[in-house]
């Protein structure tokens, strides 16, 4: 069972509009929360994450939404570039964890 | 400059045949770990380590093992790889735990025929 899902496999939006990628969690003992992006061909890297006593962590273009009662986060390009095209990931992890349970991604299209 | 590096890019190799494919991080990083990449399941931890000489298995240690003998490097090993383990394997080292920055190596292409 999927602990972290991300239910959109992918997402096209035009540039310079907002993006929003979304990821549900089940397990309400997570408490922090991290986005990845990921190129073709080459390893994911860290784009912003939230820790579960805020509700939204802004930086730059990214900010990030999180909603305790409903399990759920969502990231938010503004305005979206092409740059941007890429395959995204949440994941998240539970106090005093080691490990880290990722979402299967979505793979964001930005029309020119 | 900061990275990790994993070797090799691309493998192809029969089953049973003993492999490692090596990590090593040059920003004196305290944690790191093992995933693979499968088509609709997103990452999947296979191992981590929280220093020298402490491992831990993640969601997908079976058939997998690793070391941790230096901080700067952190092999897996495939004892007798079998076809269900194909994928595209990625190593990651972060300064303290999952909840800081990871830095992921570029991954290697696994092929087990």
């Known amino acids: 069972d999927q602990q972290v899902k991300q239910n959109s496999p992918s997402l096209s939006v035009q540039e310079g509009r907002i993006s929003i990628l979304n990821c549900d969690y089940t397990?309400?003992?997570?408490?922090?929360f991290l986005w990845y992006k990921k190129y073709p061909a080459e390893g994911p890297t860290f784009l912003i994450s939230?820790?579960?006593i805020k509700d939204k962590n802004e930086d730059g273009r990214f900010t990030v939404f999180l909603n305790k009662s409903a399990k759920h986060l969502s990231l938010h390009i503004v305005p979206s570039q092409p740059g941007d095209s890429a395959v995204y990931f949440c994941?998240?992890?539970?106090?005093?964890?080691?490990?880290?349970?990722w979402g299967a991604g979505t793979k964001l299209i930005i029309k020119p | 400059e900061a990275q990790v590096t994993q070797n090799p890019r691309y493998l192809i190799t029969v089953t049973g045949k003993k492999l490692t494919v090596t990590c090593s991080q040059n920003?004196?990083?305290?944690?790191m770990s093992w995933y693979r990449q499968d088509p609709g399941l997103g990452l999947r931890q296979i191992y981590y380590?929280?220093?020298?000489?402490?491992?831990d298995k993640g969601d997908v240690p079976e058939g997998y093992k690793v070391s941790r003998k230096e901080k700067r490097n952190f092999p897996l090993i495939l004892e007798s790889p079998s076809p269900n383990q194909t994928s595209l394997y990625f190593c990651?080292?972060?300064?303290?735990?999952?909840?800081?920055?990871?830095?992921f190596g570029q991954g290697t292409r696994l092929t087990v025929v």
């Open positions: 990651a080292s972060s300064f303290q735990g999952p909840n800081t920055e990871a830095f």
């Open positions: 920003m004196n990083h305290e944690y």
């Open positions: 380590s929280m220093n020298v000489e402490v491992t």
């Open positions: 397990n309400s003992m997570f408490d922090y």
């Open positions: 939230i820790s579960s």
């Open positions: 994941a998240a992890s539970g106090p005093g964890d080691y490990q880290l349970i």
